[in-house]
């Protein structure tokens, strides 16, 4: 079965990184677009972008931070997100998610979600 | 301020009907067959109920249906269970390469 799995949780500090995986499992991982999405607490959902599986091309939502890489590594079926400089206001669930066909207009499966909390 | 405007709440008893609209412009929801509804509830990821526009994916209620007109999209859940109570949000693809969201509405069955 299609199965998405999440990196744990993570307690940055103002300015560092963090690298978010999305493990991928059940399906053909180049044939099917993932989407970054994200949901600040007590808010509403996010979509970040998204990244063509199969050419490695990456499409950040308007007006999203400059902050934000998408990658992958398709010899493990996994997918990244980047942020750079990170700010408090990015605390939040991120999410990886994959739709019900290729394109990446909706979000069938979705991992369990990854908290990160930036707090000095 | 979210690109799609949604009801903040709506309610409804057990065993009613309720529609809640999501409307955009011309560029997403009226441009698009792309629409799509999640549920969420507290502390879990969502979950798709409607996809492009009508299409519910397998396993979900056919209590759930899509539909729109013009800008304007809606879903509407018949037969309302205790269970439904949770937040809906709606999105939409839209010119070019994007995919925006609606703010989400609290569905409280009363």
């Known amino acids: 079965q299609v199965q998405l799995v999440q990196s744990g949780s993570e307690l940055k500090k103002p300015g560092a990184s963090v690298k978010v995986s999305c493990k991928t499992s059940?399906?053909?991982?180049?044939?099917?677009?993932i989407n970054w999405l994200r949901q600040a607490p007590g808010q509403g959902l996010e979509w970040l972008g998204w990244?063509?599986?199969?050419?490695?091309?990456?499409t950040y939502a308007q007006g999203s931070t400059g902050r934000l890489v998408f990658s992958l590594d398709t010899s493990v079926s996994t997918a990244y997100l980047q942020i750079s400089s990170l700010e408090a206001e990015d605390t939040a669930v991120y999410y990886c998610?994959?739709?019900?066909?290729?394109?990446?207009?909706?979000?069938?499966?979705w991992g369990q979600g990854t908290l990160v909390t930036v707090s000095s | 301020q979210s690109a799609l405007t949604q009801p903040a709440s709506v309610s409804g008893s057990p065993g009613q009907s309720i529609t809640i609209s999501c409307t955009g412009t011309?560029?997403?929801?009226?441009?698009?067959?792309?629409v799509s509804w999640y549920q969420q509830h507290p502390g879990k990821a969502p979950k798709l109920m409607i996809y492009?526009?009508?299409n519910r994916p397998s396993g979900v209620s056919n209590r759930f249906s899509g539909s729109k007109s013009g800008n304007t999209a809606s879903l509407t859940i018949s037969g309302l269970q205790a269970e439904d109570e949770a937040d809906y949000y709606c999105?939409?693809?839209?010119?070019?390469?994007?995919?925006?969201f609606g703010g989400g509405t609290k569905l409280t069955v009363l």
């Open positions: 998610t994959r739709g019900v066909s290729e394109n990446y207009y909706n979000s069938y499966y």
């Open positions: 059940g399906y053909t991982f180049t044939s099917y677009a």
């Open positions: 990244i063509n599986t199969n050419t490695g091309n990456p």
């Open positions: 011309s560029s997403d929801v009226g441009g698009y067959n792309y």
């Open positions: 492009d526009v009508s």
């Open positions: 999105t939409s693809y839209r010119h070019i390469n994007t995919v925006v």
